[in-house]
């Protein structure tokens, strides 16, 4: 029985991890955590029977106490940090799926690799920003960390069975997102409906909103450099339309390995779930005889300046990438709510990638601290 606790519950990758563990019944799920979802939460506490919860907002947990009483008492209810910080070094967990979006995601993924849980790992600004710190503490507990990200699963997959065969590079595909081959004149005029009708995958909104700038493949490319201790040089960002393939490895030999699929999360999961074992899997498969065509793009990295603005961050290093993420995911929050149009999000992330004074080792509460710096930042000249 292979035991599975999730930080994020009720998001997208969330709800996919949980439909992965109702279709295996050799899966147990022991904990789980949300924002402040509590109807959905309840709901997945009455199927999957979790011994503990956490909820990020107190007030919330205490009504979902309430709530489950009667039915199940035995679930424990926790709230805030220390509530994620529980769910990620439960005892009876062998892998911690990191669901949740945003730099929450850090310190739960510390403390699990120090209780020596391996990490099917979909929280990328973890590894965007804390790196250095993340993969050396991984390499000492011996924990895996096991991508969960399409395209770094895919990754991973092909470079199973090629341990010490040296990578040249990596091409990290990307869709293009729905404002593929438009100009940055065209982009002016974009809506939050257009951003999130995303051509391919079924996402959350802030990662739709990613994929539509082009900052989630910047996000990836800072991801793939620790993942796979490759330089930025190394990797190659390739426009794949119909997401059919989900990235690929250039070996010294020229050899090019990829790994195909329809667009499915369910995968990368659950080979992070199962790993190194595969296990059949529902769904739709590739029909080849009905595949017309695979083209490939380069990206316009000057109209969708944030893949440009995220190789900058990690060739600069130290905090540059967390100030990247933090601007990202602030101007994101202020685009959801239309406060900003679409081609601010970059304005705010170059305005304080310039800014900052770089610190080039910087240890958790360094990075903490830099993000609470950009939001003061961006809170300060865009008072919308």
């Known amino acids: 029985m292979r035991k599975v606790a999730i930080l994020g519950s009720t998001g997208s990758v969330g709800t996919q991890t949980l439909?992965?563990?109702?279709?295996?019944?050799?899966?147990?799920?022991?904990?789980?955590?949300?924002?402040?979802?509590?109807?959905?939460?309840?709901?997945q506490i009455r199927e999957f029977h979790p011994k503990l919860v956490a909820v990020w907002n107190k007030a919330k947990a205490d009504e979902l106490k309430l709530a489950i009483a009667d039915v199940i008492p035995a679930c424990k209810v926790v709230s805030g940090m220390e509530g994620l910080l529980e769910v990620a070094v439960i005892e009876d967990s062998d892998i911690l799926i990191t669901a949740v979006v945003g730099m929450i995601?850090?310190?739960?993924?510390?403390?699990?690799?120090?209780?020596?849980?391996?990490?099917?790992?979909?929280?990328?600004?973890?590894?965007?920003?804390?790196?250095?710190?993340?993969?050396?503490?991984a390499k000492e507990k011996n924990a895996a960390i096991l991508p969960v990200d399409s395209e770094h699963s895919a990754i991973f997959q092909c470079l199973n069975g090629e341990q010490g065969n040296q990578i040249h590079k990596i091409l990290l595909t990307a869709s293009g997102g729905p404002f593929r081959g438009m100009s940055k004149e065209e982009l002016k005029f974009v809506t939050l409906d257009m951003a999130l009708n995303h051509p391919n995958w079924s996402m959350g909104r802030k990662i739709t909103i990613d994929s539509a700038t082009m900052v989630n493949k910047g996000l990836e490319v800072i991801e793939a450099k620790w993942l796979f201790h490759v330089e930025p040089e190394q990797i190659e960002v390739v426009i794949q339309p119909q997401s059919i393939i989900h990235s690929m490895v250039e070996f010294e030999d020229g050899a090019v390995m990829a790994q195909l699929g329809t667009p499915d999360m369910r995968l990368p999961i659950q080979y992070a779930i199962?790993?190194?074992?595969?296990?059949?899997?529902?769904?739709?498969?590739?029909?080849f005889s009905r595949l017309s065509e695979i083209t490939f793009q380069k990206p316009d990295m000057d109209t969708f300046c944030g893949l440009k603005y995220a190789y900058n961050a990690i060739r600069t290093g130290g905090t540059m990438p967390t100030v990247l993420n933090a601007a990202n995911e602030l101007a994101v929050a202020k685009f959801l709510n239309k406060k900003i149009k679409f081609l601010e999000i970059y304005e705010m992330i170059q305005e304080c990638m310039e800014s900052h004074t770089l610190i080039k080792n910087p240890t958790v509460e360094d990075i903490l601290e830099t993000e609470q710096w950009v939001y003061e930042i961006i809170e300060s000249r865009w008072k919308s």
């Open 274 to 287: 199962y790993y190194p074992k595969r296990v059949y899997l529902d769904g739709k498969r590739l029909d």
């Open 19 to 43: 439909d992965v563990i109702r279709q295996n019944k050799d899966l147990q799920l022991v904990a789980i955590s949300a924002g402040s979802n509590i109807a959905l939460l309840e709901e």
């Open 105 to 137: 995601g850090i310190r739960p993924t510390i403390a699990a690799l120090h209780a020596g849980k391996d990490i099917g790992l979909a929280n990328k600004e973890t590894l965007v920003t804390a790196g250095h710190i993340i993969m050396p503490l």
